[in-house]
T-cell receptor, first 114, second 113 residues
């Protein structure tokens, strides 16, 4: 079955450490997204990518970085510059070319500070 | 700018009660409208959508009608079950051709047996 796979499900970060969250999709979608969700909060957009080798900052990009070297993959790095990284991170993808396509989501990665 | 406003939760209902979760939006023209559901520890799943005025989206007993005159897309279900306990997100995609979805803050629903 096609879908989005996020790994790991749980991740712990030490002070001063960079960590990378994986997101892989086999839906042949062009656009991919990263969101941050805090307890009881909605989704905030971190980064998004419409095509390979191109990405744009979302609303809360500071302290995060991404790459899009392959259509299927859109990893997110939480850098040591992100001082409050504890949250639930969601990756999503969507078809390009139409403004009414819903987003497909992975099951998320929960990041905590050690 | 474009935005989505949902009623604040949590909403607590008894099984078989009628559900309404209000959603209003601000956007130019005719955005596409969506409801997503998030179960504990999972990502969001599309519940239903509507892409033009007066369209009704429906799925699993849930319905929502695109009301342009009131800029609303309220979610309804006639008889909720315990398994409907989740967080529900209203969302829109502007009709300006962008790739970003605008999400509401989410409404948590608890259904008691």
């Amino acid at each position: 079955d096609g879908g989005i796979t996020q790994s790991p499900k749980y991740l712990f970060r030490k002070e001063g450490q960079n960590v990378t969250l994986s997101c892989e999709q086999n839906l042949n979608h062009d656009a991919m997204y990263w969101y941050r969700q805090d307890p009881g909060q909605g989704l905030r957009l971190i980064y998004y990518s419409q095509i390979v080798n191109d990405f744009q900052k979302g609303d809360i990009a500071e302290g995060y970085s991404v790459s899009r070297e392959k259509k299927e993959s859109f990893p997110l790095t939480v850098t040591s510059a992100q001082k409050n990284p504890t949250a639930f991170y969601l990756c999503a993808s969507t078809l390009q070319g139409s403004g009414n396509q819903p987003q497909h989501f992975g099951d998320g990665t929960r990041l905590s500070i050690l | 700018g474009d935005s989505v406003t949902q009623m604040e939760g949590p909403v607590t209902l008894s099984e078989e009660a009628f559900l309404t979760i209000n959603c209003t939006y601000t956007a130019t023209g005719y955005p596409s409208l969506f409801w997503y559901v998030q179960y504990p520890g999972e990502g969001l799943q599309l519940l239903l959508k509507a892409t033009k005025a007066d369209d009704k989206g429906s799925n699993k007993g849930f319905e929502a009608t695109y009301r342009k005159e009131t800029t609303s897309f309220h979610l309804e279900k006639g008889s909720v079950q315990v398994s409907d306990s989740a967080v529900y997100f209203c969302a829109l995609i502007p009709n300006t051709g962008g790739f970003k979805t605008i999400f509401g803050a989410g409404t948590r629903l608890f259904v008691k047996a």
